[in-house]
């Protein structure tokens, strides 16, 4: 083989690689957009439902240039199963909006603990979540909660931050291990 036609073969070669990455990226920034827990309002009934786009689908898709989205889960199935997914037109239109995870950061943002009055800052993903404190006086960890009951449950519940659930799951769950003193009232 003379040296031009190596040097054709290793331009194509190295165009397709490129080609091949470019359209992996595309790919992996498509399922990191679309993964995770959703929440959306049916169109069928109105009312809020918990929903999971395939990610993974959708990435491989939109690598291959046919954008398609197409739902992995959603909290009206099995019954619903057969639905038309008109719900996906929320999410495409804005994808991080619906997210629970943004969902549930633009709640906790700005709010104090009903328990101790401290500020809770930000939503810690891995470690000390904030929970939600019942109107009964319970505390419960938002995430412990079927996702389509949020909206309904942010509109009757306080939030509390991770210490003060961690203290009232102690007191509530093991009595004769815990010594009460009150918090002092808020003057």
């Not at 398609?68 to 009206?76: D, E, G, I, K």
């Amino acid at each position: 083989m003379n040296v031009l036609a190596q040097v054709v073969l290793t331009l194509v070669a190295a165009t397709g690689l490129v080609l091949f990455l470019l359209a992996a990226i595309k790919g992996i920034r498509t399922y990191f957009k679309y993964r995770g827990k959703r929440l959306i309002v049916c169109p069928e009934n109105r009312l809020p439902a918990a929903v999971e786009v395939d990610a993974l689908r959708a990435g491989y898709a939109d690598a291959k240039d046919s954008p398609h989205l197409q739902l992995h889960t959603c909290s009206r199935w099995p019954e619903m199963r057969a639905c038309g997914q008109e719900c996906l037109s929320q999410i495409e239109h804005s994808p991080e909006d619906c997210l629970v995870r943004t969902i549930v950061t633009r709640w906790y943002a700005g709010k104090v603990c009903a328990v101790c009055g401290k500020a809770i800052h930000e939503v810690d993903w891995l470690g000390h979540k904030p929970a939600l404190l019942d109107p009964e006086g319970k505390t419960v960890y938002w995430d412990n909660i079927q996702t389509e009951k949020l909206p309904e449950v942010f509109s009757t519940h306080a939030p509390v931050c991770w210490d003060c659930h961690i203290a009232a799951t102690l007191l509530r769950e093991h009595p004769d291990l815990v010594t009460y003193r009150p918090w002092p009232p808020r003057t």
